[in-house]
């Protein structure tokens, strides 16, 4: 994520040429920063020594309890916990809080907040090191049409890539979460003990941009960092097999724009018939004109002054990642527009150039916009409100409580002082070094199981990751072997049993790898 910048970066990027950074004044409204690589160096992975540990009774334990744990699996996403619409909530809190007990956390307590609860847990193991474990029990609302099965029958169906368990929060994030403790039961069940300290922290309302987490993080902050690092459950494999890392995650500005009638013109009660705006102003158009002010006509550059200056310039050791994920993306250029259902980026740009507006730049994003009537034939009326949801991706190194006053402060000087403004949700960025040895023990683990990964600087989508980085000094890391997709969509899933010569892990494999990983970073 980006730092205050007022360098402006060029798209120069050539694979294996190092560029020439040019100092450039901060970026005026209109001018969409560029990036650049200004080095030749690329980081591998594949230099991390792998993990050579071994586990047999652990793997053994899984392989004998592996119906058992898929049943675990099936009773957390049979549990519905949508944060949107208050749905299983507290149910599923005392579900994961419950089977902690069951694990012999010495502590597992629901954590109140302002919001939907949190959940503390901690395993005393007597260990020299301490590792957090960051999860979310909550999942999205379901769509009322495109599942092939109830989302929250826990159904086990056959796929191309094999037999998946397919659910609402299949991939995101239940399934891979109780993968992982079922491997802290196979180590507990085998060996007596962890091989590290757990503290687990988790959260109900991460669909919800995280609002209250911070309040879970108060009540433990003191003990929190004590730990190595953090951990977050993840499935990371492609359907090809292969695995990525991601060192960060952008940060994220929701918010609501809304245009009603008032003193400056427009009904202020109710909708009106649709001949009177020839004499009467229309919130909707106004709502319109006022998101249309943020972008250039194209809606791809933000016309917000000022909103792009506090971007910094790539790290070298980002640019060094950027380096070594560009070659698998470029491979995987045609397959991800296909799966998107895009026919080509913004301007039709090269995947190098893609690459880095992915990962480097910020957005300024309509999710949904609503007024008047929108049911079958016609209604002709003149609505007298206006609503929109926008939310706006953010870089190092934005903020977005700053990002927001910029937004207010341009709808002002454009006139649209009778547009409200109001606040959803947000947080900073994130960042961590890929040389930290969590990180390190992450790759290592990886290399055992013939994954060297792909580490990208960051994931292009948001997590409330900064509370570790940034309030508590962490290193973070998302990791796993497993795959799965269709995250907020239907027919979300996460492959059990890979069909054969698949490279991508089964459930057994997946919680094999929870197992050496934390051995790892016990060393």
Request: proline residues 8%; contains cysteine.
């Amino acid at each position: 994520m980006p730092r205050p910048a007022s360098v402006l970066l060029l798209v120069l990027l050539t694979l294996g040429t190092a560029c020439t950074v040019v100092e450039a004044p901060p970026a005026a409204a209109g001018a969409r920063p560029r990036v650049q690589i200004t080095t030749p160096e690329t980081f591998d992975a594949r230099n991390v020594p792998a993990y050579t540990g071994a586990h047999e009774a652990a793997y053994a334990y899984i392989d004998a309890n592996l119906r058992a744990h898929i049943e675990h699996l099936r009773r957390w996403v049979r549990q519905p916990s949508i944060s949107a619409q208050n749905n299983g909530i507290r149910e599923m809190a005392a579900m994961l809080r419950d089977d902690l007990k069951a694990l012999g956390f010495q502590e597992a307590e629901l954590v109140p907040t302002s919001g939907h609860p949190g959940v503390w847990g901690y395993y005393d193991a007597g260990a020299e090191r301490t590792l957090a474990v960051y999860m979310m029990y909550d999942v999205q609302p379901v769509e009322p049409t495109g599942w092939s099965v109830n989302p929250f029958d826990g159904a086990l169906v056959d796929r191309p890539l094999g037999r998946v368990l397919m659910a609402r929060g299949a991939t995101n994030q239940k399934a891979p979460e109780r993968a992982f403790l079922n491997a802290l039961e196979a180590i507990i069940r085998t060996e007596g003990k962890l091989p590290v300290n757990l503290m687990i922290v988790a959260e109900g309302e991460e669909e919800l941009g995280s609002p209250n987490f911070p309040q879970v993080i108060d009540r433990y902050e003191a003990r929190l960092k004590t730990a190595s690092g953090v951990f977050f459950p993840f499935n990371s494999q492609a359907p090809s097999g292969d695995v990525s890392m991601f060192m960060g995650v952008k940060g994220i500005l929701s918010f609501e724009l809304e245009a009603r009638g008032g003193p400056h013109g427009g009904p202020t009660r109710a909708e009106i018939h649709g001949s009177y705006k020839v004499i009467t102003d229309a919130p909707a158009l106004r709502l319109v004109q006022a998101i249309a002010s943020l972008t250039t006509p194209d809606g791809n550059t933000i016309l917000v002054p000022r909103y792009y200056d506090a971007i910094r310039p790539p790290s070298d050791e980002e640019q060094q990642l950027t380096n070594g994920m560009l070659p698998q993306w470029i491979a995987q250029d045609s397959a991800t527009r296909a799966g998107l259902g895009v026919e080509r980026w913004i301007g039709g740009v090269a995947p190098r150039e893609a690459l880095l507006e992915y990962l480097f730049s910020t957005t300024m994003n309509v999710d949904g916009m609503w007024s008047g009537y929108t049911g079958p034939g016609m209604k002709t009326i003149l609505p007298h409100v206006a609503t929109a949801k926008l939310d706006s991706r953010l870089v190092p190194d934005q903020d977005p409580d700053t990002a927001l006053a910029l937004i207010r402060a341009h709808l002002d000087a454009k006139g649209f002082t009778d547009v409200t403004l109001t606040k959803l949700s947000g947080y900073p960025p994130a960042q961590s070094s890929v040389s930290a040895p969590l990180v390190q023990a992450a790759i290592g683990t990886y290399h055992k199981y013939g994954f060297p990964p792909s580490v990208a600087p960051r994931l292009a989508g948001s997590a409330p990751y900064y509370v570790f980085t940034r309030r508590l000094g962490l290193p973070m890391v998302a990791g796993g072997i497993g795959h799965g997709s269709g995250a907020h969509a239907p027919d979300e899933y996460m492959v059990i049993e890979p069909k054969p010569g698949s490279r991508v892990a089964g459930l057994a494999r997946v919680e094999k790898f929870y197992v050496d990983m934390l051995h790892a970073l016990a060393k």
